[in-house]
């Protein structure tokens, strides 16, 4: 899966360096754009976490997580739904699903979150995380919306060459209704959804420890 996401990625990259040439705008301007974007941040921790999981499965006999990993695989589980979530739910429906195109567009936004569910639901050796972990899931997408309001006004957009520009739509205070009062609201309501995931990926991570260890 790791590899899956790489490779995809790689496309994405293709893609956007290609459009900018009909754009007239810098290659490294798109790609640095592309960058930005949540799902595609979101894939490569996904990546590296996956990879470092591997490494450790084939590199150790240990077949329980350790703290650190468990957190980290927490935090791009939770990561990975909401990219699913709110592409498939939200973009789509809002006829923003052309943001990422092509099966690399497929790869980062359904069959890489389904499989981080998968991996959730089934894997083995999951450990028991405390209900902190929580605050530690939120961490890095406050950041990245803190991040990406301070920066979007002076951003050119590769698309259309002039500012500002944020990489999704409801971002945008200039054509969100309401402006950066609407912009809060999705914001909030965001906000609420990946707490909400991490409380359940963390949930569903004890549940399956108690499972597998019940008390005598």
């Known amino acids: 899966?790791?590899?899956?996401?790489?490779?995809?990625?790689?496309e994405q990259i293709r893609l956007a360096a290609a459009a900018a040439v009909g754009a007239g705008v810098s290659e490294s301007t798109a790609v640095f754009r592309l960058l930005s974007f949540f799902t595609v941040q979101s894939n490569m921790l996904a990546a590296a976490v996956?990879?470092?999981?591997?490494?450790?499965?084939?590199a150790t006999r240990h077949r329980s997580d350790t703290a650190v990993f468990a957190v980290a695989l927490a935090c791009v589980t939770t990561y990975m739904l909401v990219t699913g979530l709110v592409y498939n739910l939200v973009l789509r429906a809002a006829g923003d699903a052309d943001i990422m195109l092509g099966w690399s567009n497929d790869i980062h936004h359904i069959i890489a979150p389904a499989f981080m569910l998968s991996d959730l639901l089934i894997a083995p050796g999951r450990r028991r995380l405390p209900w902190r972990a929580i605050a530690v899931i939120v961490a890095y997408p406050v950041l990245w919306v803190a991040v990406t309001l301070i920066r979007g006004p002076h951003l050119i957009s590769p698309s259309t060459g002039t500012t500002p520009w944020y990489p999704y739509p409801f971002l945008d205070p200039t054509t969100t209704s309401g402006g950066y009062a609407g912009v809060a609201a999705w914001v909030a309501g965001i906000?609420?959804?990946?707490?909400?995931?991490?409380?359940?990926?963390?949930?569903?991570?004890?549940?399956?420890?108690?499972k597998a260890h019940p008390r005598s």
């Open 191 to 210: 906000a609420v959804i990946i707490a909400a995931i991490g409380l359940l990926v963390v949930l569903t991570g004890r549940l399956r420890t108690r």
């Open 1 to 10: 899966m790791a590899a899956l996401i790489v490779v995809a990625t790689i």
């Open 50 to 58: 996956l990879t470092w999981g591997a490494v450790r499965a084939f």
